[in-house]
């Protein structure tokens, strides 16, 4: 008796999908030391920047889906107000918009949707990231040594990295309390505590999931979700965004 096409099929596709899915940790691209290879300008696409959660497009921004996994930003009643009043004030209190301010952590990830960076070393003790927003650069320190003793006020913080099978987990802490999220108003103080995901979902795509902790500003941890992508282009690289160079020509038409 011959089986119906259509299971044929659905079988199939189970089987394609399980033997995919087996194969992925060896379709990535790795290092002589057999790490995941991250090297390469990346970028992310969409309107994280612009507000993390969904939003209308207006005469600045198209409108975009929320990149927070928990749909809403948990945050204190006590600390809802602050956020409010950032938000109807965002076009000059903006710290990275209004005031080319470095954007911080995670935010600089997804600034302006400009690319950055990532060198990578075989048995390195750190990873570099550069961005293409104000030259900014980060350490991401993978040598196991800890955070500095006490509170250091740094705009991007200071970040120590350990791997998890494939994952990069970046712990960073010491930021200070003068960046947002995003230009929508949300915040932080200077008790933030961040961890970064860095996972290679195929060679051309990074699954970038970011962990913030604030006690003093939420309730409880929240998680940004991202995608990342790799250019391809021929000759593609970084190059100059500085904020306070366009500034400049207010004065200096």
Request: charged residues 25%.
């Amino acid at each position: 008796m011959k089986k119906p096409k259509i299971l044929i099929l659905l079988v199939g596709l189970c089987c394609y999908g399980a033997t995919a899915h087996s194969q992925a940790p060896s379709s990535i691209p790795r290092l002589t030391d057999g790490r995941p290879d991250f090297n390469g300008i990346w970028q992310s696409i969409g309107g994280a920047d612009v507000n993390l959660q969904d939003h209308l497009a207006d005469r600045n921004a198209p409108a975009a889906q929320s990149v927070v996994e928990e749909h809403e930003i948990p945050y204190l009643p006590s600390a809802l107000k602050q956020r409010e009043e950032n938000y109807a004030k965002r076009a000059s209190d903006d710290p990275e918009t209004a005031k080319c301010n470095l954007p911080g952590v995670p935010r600089i990830t997804y600034a302006r949707n400009l690319p950055f960076q990532i060198f990578q070393k075989p048995n390195g003790d750190k990873l570099t990231v550069l961005y293409e927003y104000a030259e900014a650069h980060r350490f991401l320190y993978t040598n196991g040594t800890d955070h500095p003793q006490g509170h250091i006020n740094w705009w991007l913080g200071d970040s120590r990295a350990k791997w998890e099978g494939d994952t990069l987990v970046v712990d960073s802490v010491d930021f200070n309390d003068s960046t947002w999220f995003d230009h929508a108003g949300d915040y932080h103080s200077d008790a933030l505590h961040v961890i970064e995901r860095y996972s290679l979902l195929d060679a051309d795509h990074l699954d970038y999931r970011v962990e913030i902790e604030d006690p003093k500003v939420f309730q409880k941890p929240w998680h940004i979700d991202l995608l990342l992508y790799r250019h391809k282009e021929k000759n593609f690289q970084l190059l100059d965004y500085v904020c306070y160079a366009f500034d400049l020509d207010k004065y200096y038409p």
